[in-house]
């Protein structure tokens, strides 16, 4: 869903949120956008205004879900965070293989690369309470949203399906990306080692940077502008 309003865009970023997230974690950047760019938002099925359809827990259900979005008129940059990261990346290879419209660049936060195995045991079958404390061991939410617990028990079932669908997830070998990708880290996020940022070249035949901020998990957070500022500047140079 549109985040702000633009007649014309010269460019378009795309927004995927972490796990637990919705299009509504981004709401906040749109009046820091400039005029002629759009922010969008992407609710998957079962969150914001999509609350009535069925949570999804497997990826092949989700890039069909992603699929049914219809190209956007003008250069987009895919932008996701944690597991939003690995979903942008997921729906630029649909894209690919569909021959339709690629974004302009990719840009990944938070996330280590889609072929690296995880480090971690999986959480997503723990009792509520003990799932809940390993997803603020590792920050999997903004501390802001951890301090009520009436809401975190709103999102459970959110989170439970997001975690089921990360770590059941199974990396695909294919054809490299044809596109730039950006690699964004908190210095220090206890999910990501921001020194494999280098694995993600592996995902294209294009170019690959990193942009290391201080921080941990949701550095983003306190550089928002600064994130505002280079995924503007991918989105105007795609209309170039």
Same mark, same amino acid.
């Given at each position: /869903?549109?985040?702000?309003?633009?007649?014309?865009?010269? @460019?378009?970023?795309?927004?995927?949120?972490?796990?637990?997230?919705?299009?509504?974690? %981004? +709401?906040?950047?749109?009046? +820091?956008?400039?005029? =002629?760019?759009?922010?969008?938002?992407?609710?998957?099925?079962?969150?914001?205004?999509? %609350?009535?359809?069925?949570?999804?827990?497997? /990826?092949?259900?989700?890039?069909?879900?992603?699929?049914?979005?219809? =190209?956007?008129?003008?250069?987009?940059?895919?932008?996701?965070?944690?597991?939003?990261?690995?979903?942008?990346?997921?729906?630029?290879? @649909?894209?690919?293989?569909?021959?339709?419209?690629?974004?302009?660049?990719?840009? $990944?936060?938070?996330?280590?690369?889609?072929?690296?195995?995880?480090?971690?045991?999986?959480?997503? !079958?723990?009792? #509520?309470?003990?799932?809940?404390?390993?997803?603020?061991?590792?920050?999997?939410?903004?501390?802001? $949203?951890? *301090?009520? !617990?009436?809401?975190?028990?709103? /999102?459970?079932?959110?989170?439970?399906?997001?975690?089921?669908?990360?770590?059941?997830?199974?990396? !695909? *070998?294919?054809?490299?990306?044809?596109?730039?990708?950006?690699?964004?880290?908190?210095?220090?996020?206890?999910?990501?080692?921001?020194?494999?940022?280098?694995?993600?070249?592996?995902?294209?035949? *294009?170019?690959?940077?990193?942009?290391? %901020?201080?921080?941990?998990?949701?550095?983003?957070? #306190?550089?928002?502008?600064?994130?505002? #500022? /280079?995924?503007?500047?991918?989105?105007?140079? @795609?209309?170039?």
């Amino acid at each position: /869903m549109p985040l702000n309003t633009v007649v014309r865009p010269t @460019g378009v970023v795309v927004c995927l949120a972490f796990g637990g997230g919705s299009s509504a974690a %981004y +709401r906040p950047w749109a009046a +820091r956008f400039p005029a =002629d760019v759009q922010l969008y938002g992407i609710d998957l099925p079962g969150r914001a205004a999509r %609350y009535h359809e069925p949570l999804l827990t497997r /990826m092949e259900a989700i890039t069909q879900a992603l699929a049914a979005v219809p =190209d956007f008129e003008a250069p987009a940059v895919f932008f996701g965070h944690s597991l939003g990261a690995l979903l942008a990346y997921e729906w630029a290879q @649909g894209l690919a293989e569909a021959r339709r419209r690629q974004p302009v660049r990719l840009v $990944v936060s938070g996330r280590s690369a889609p072929q690296a195995p995880s480090e971690r045991a999986p959480i997503h !079958r723990l009792p #509520d309470d003990a799932f809940l404390e390993e997803v603020k061991r590792y920050q999997g939410l903004p501390e802001d $949203v951890l *301090a009520h !617990r009436e809401l975190v028990e709103l /999102m459970l079932p959110v989170l439970r399906a997001d975690f089921t669908l990360t770590e059941t997830y199974r990396f !695909r *070998a294919r054809a490299p990306l044809a596109i730039p990708i950006t690699v964004c880290c908190g210095s220090f996020d206890p999910m990501v080692d921001p020194e494999r940022w280098l694995d993600w070249q592996r995902c294209t035949s *294009a170019s690959c940077e990193r942009r290391l %901020y201080e921080g941990g998990h949701f550095y983003l957070l #306190d550089h928002r502008d600064a994130l505002i #500022d /280079m995924l503007t500047g991918y989105a105007r140079q @795609g209309c170039t």
